[in-house]
């Protein structure tokens, strides 16, 4: 398409047309060349593809977590965070009594070049034995893991016993 552009333009044999088509070609194979390069790093993702796939780990955390599927929200922990802070059975049959009755997310902070986000949450929490309901603010700190492709939290889950 270039070339047809070219000739019309410019008479055929001129000096002008070979160094301007000379100069273009260069400057594409640097784009494609840059190109390449930014998409071919291992593991990495194009910026708009990693804040979508960040929006889409913190939508599905929070319908977990609405439907108070504690299990399924342990999943979304790392395994390096899990090594160092075990989840104990206490911790999981605490989370058990209650049932999430609002998640409103208060605050989003992209870290790291995009490669990390804190996400501050108010969650209002229903004790099923007592009755009662409180509200309890969940510091949520998430990396993503270039070696599995996903976002992961590095912070404990929702602590209902937080404020007493």
Not at 26 to 37: E, F, M, S, T, Y
Request: charged share 25%.
């Amino acid at each position: 398409m270039i070339s047809v552009c070219l000739s019309q333009k410019y008479r055929v044999g001129s000096a002008s047309p070979t160094i301007r088509s000379s100069h273009q070609a260069r400057a594409i194979r640097v784009i494609v060349a840059a190109a390449i390069l930014l998409f071919s790093l291992p593991g990495c993702l194009p910026p708009g593809k990693l804040e979508k796939s960040r929006s889409e780990a913190f939508r599905q955390y929070e319908t977990i977590v609405r439907w108070s599927q504690w299990d399924a929200a342990a999943d979304f922990i790392s395994p390096e965070y899990l090594a160092e802070q075990p989840i104990s059975r206490l911790q999981m049959d605490r989370l058990r009594l209650f049932r999430v009755t609002q998640y409103t997310i208060r605050s989003v902070n992209v870290l790291e070049e995009g490669m990390a986000a804190t996400q501050t949450v108010e969650i209002k929490l229903f004790n099923t034995n007592q009755g009662l309901e409180r509200s309890i603010i969940d510091e949520q700190m998430w990396r993503y893991e270039e070696n599995s492709q996903r976002w992961r939290l590095h912070s404990p889950l929702p602590d209902p016993t937080q404020g007493r």
